[in-house]
C-alpha cells in the first residue's frame, strides 16, 4: 500500500478555475489536499470529508471529482479535474486509505451566498471609482502613464493581502459567522494578477519617466 500519492490535474475553486496540470492533489490515509495556480490551497482530514463524487457531463471533456466537505472556512464547491475520476477515487481510498468520515449534514452547514457585507463592496467599488476617473483625468494632461493606474491595482493587491491577513479587517468585512477562506480563491487570483500588472505599470511608468515622455 502506498504512503501517498500524487496527481495533477485541474481544480475549480467556486467559480474560479486552474487548468490542467497548473493543478496538484496529493493524499495519504490521514491527509488531502488539492491545490491549484493563483486558486490557492485546501487541506482536508478524513473527518472533514464527506464524500468524493464523479463530477461532469461529457464522458471525455470535464470529468473530475467533486470533493464533498464539512469545512465551513472553505468554498462549497470544490472540483478537481481528472481523467478517470472512478480510478482516482479507488486509489484515494482503498490504495491509499483516505476514508470520509464526516457527515451529510454536516456539510449542509456551510453558508451560502456572498460571504461579504454589502459595505464591504460598496467601499471597494467606491475606492477603485474614485482611483479610475482621478486616473482618467491625469491621462488628458499627460500622456506617460500616471501614478493613479498604478495606485489602483496596488490598492487590489494590497486589499487582497490585507483581507487575507488582518483579523480587524476580515471583521469588519465578512458577514457574521462566515470565514475569509470562502473566498480564497478569489483573493488569491486577484493577488496574482494585481502583482503581475503592478510589475508592469511599474516597469512602464520608469520607462516613461527615464526617456522623459
Given amino acids: 500500500m502506498p504512503a501517498s500519492i500524487a496527481v495533477r490535474g485541474g481544480l475549480r475553486v467556486g467559480w474560479l478555475h486552474a487548468s490542467w496540470p497548473l493543478a496538484r492533489l496529493t493524499a495519504s490515509e490521514r491527509s488531502l489536499s488539492v491545490s491549484g495556480l493563483w486558486v490557492g490551497r485546501y487541506d ?10 464523479p463530477h461532469g457531463v461529457l464522458p471525455a471533456i470535464g470529468q473530475g471529482i467533486r470533493l ?3 469545512r465551513s472556512d472553505y468554498p462549497r464547491h470544490i472540483v478537481f479535474w481528472c481523467r478517470d475520476p472512478e480510478r482516482l477515487i479507488a486509489r484515494i481510498q482503498r490504495e491509499v486509505g483516505f476514508l470520509p468520515r464526516s457527515s451529510g449534514a ?3 452547514a456551510i453558508g451560502t451566498g456572498m460571504p461579504l457585507r454589502p459595505r464591504a463592496l ?17 491621462r488628458r494632461e499627460c500622456a506617460a502613464p500616471g501614478p493613479f493606474p498604478l495606485l489602483l491595482v496596488a490598492s487590489v493587491f494590497l486589499g487582497a493581502v490585507a483581507l487575507r491577513r ?3 479587517l476580515q471583521a469588519w468585512a465578512l458577514k457574521p459567522g462566515r470565514s475569509v477562506g470562502e473566498i ?3 483573493l488569491s487570483a486577484l493577488q496574482f494578477a494585481s502583482g503581475f500588472l503592478l510589475g508592469v505599470l511599474g516597469a512602464a511608468l520608469i520607462v ?3 526617456t522623459g515622455s
Fill in 184 to 186: 480564497q480563491a478569489a
Fill in 44 to 53: 482536508f482530514t478524513p473527518e472533514q470529508m464527506v464524500a468524493f463524487e
Fill in 106 to 108: 454536516a456539510a449542509h
Fill in 68 to 70: 464533498r466537505h464539512s
Fill in 166 to 168: 488582518s483579523a480587524g
Fill in 208 to 210: 516613461a519617466r527615464l
Fill in 122 to 138: 460598496v467601499a471597494a467599488v467606491a475606492t477603485w471609482t474614485a482611483l479610475g476617473l482621478l486616473s482618467g483625468l491625469a
